[in-house]
């Protein structure tokens, strides 16, 4: 049982249903049977599973074959453009002015950028190394291959950024005042 290709045709049926990345989570513990924790989605989103018994559950809460969600390679099977997608992914978390420090970064006109996005044609490789850079993504990404756009966790550093601090933002004074040593540390280390 491939757990990897679970993982991702779980994200991608989500993705498929239009479901908002923050929530895929909470919409697959709606459609699943049972108690199934946050904690244990999240975990079979990130990991997939090797428990035939949640495989089952969640073939049948996301009605498909069970073979099908463990050894489909759903991803190829909907014909999706994985760099248009991965393009619209990664665009979309820029901030106000991002697609001009972006096209500057480049050294590309942004309306070159607005003709990647409608498909009109797509960036050569060395680009696509660039534009992998500039969002912070591990070095040999290759965004016409792979599918950052289903990606459990956020990518860009951008994003990362953004889920960092909206976990902050949520922390009680408590939970502050205990993980501030901790964080003061590791940051100050860098």
């Known amino acids: 049982m491939d757990s990897e290709r679970l993982a991702t045709n779980l994200r991608y049926l989500l993705w498929r249903r239009g479901v908002p990345r923050g929530s895929w989570a909470a919409e697959l513990r709606r459609v699943l049977p049972g108690e199934w924790s946050q904690e244990r989605v999240r975990r079979v989103l990130s990991r997939?599973?090797?428990?035939?018994?949640?495989?089952?559950?969640?073939?049948?809460?996301?009605?498909?074959?069970?073979?099908?969600?463990?050894?489909?390679?759903?991803?190829?099977?909907?014909?999706?453009d994985v760099l248009q997608e991965n393009l619209r992914y990664l665009f979309a978390a820029l901030e106000h002015g991002g697609k001009a420090e972006l096209a500057a970064y480049l050294g590309k006109d942004p309306s070159t950028l607005s003709r990647w996005l409608a498909g009109t044609y797509g960036p050569p490789g060395t680009t696509l190394a660039q534009i992998a850079q500039f969002f912070g993504l591990e070095?040999?990404?290759?965004?016409?291959?792979?599918?950052?756009?289903?990606?459990?966790?956020?990518?860009?550093?951008?994003?990362?950024?953004?889920?960092?601090?909206?976990?902050?933002d949520a922390l009680s004074a408590e939970e502050i005042r205990d993980l501030f040593p901790a964080l003061k540390r590791l940051l100050e280390e860098r």
């Open 48 to 80: 997939g599973t090797q428990d035939y018994g949640e495989v089952q559950a969640l073939a049948t809460a996301l009605d498909l074959r069970d073979e099908d969600l463990m050894m489909a390679d759903l991803l190829a099977e909907g014909r999706t």
């Open 139 to 168: 070095a040999g990404t290759d965004l016409s291959v792979i599918p950052v756009f289903l990606a459990p966790d956020p990518v860009s550093v951008q994003d990362r950024r953004r889920w960092l601090q909206e976990r902050v």
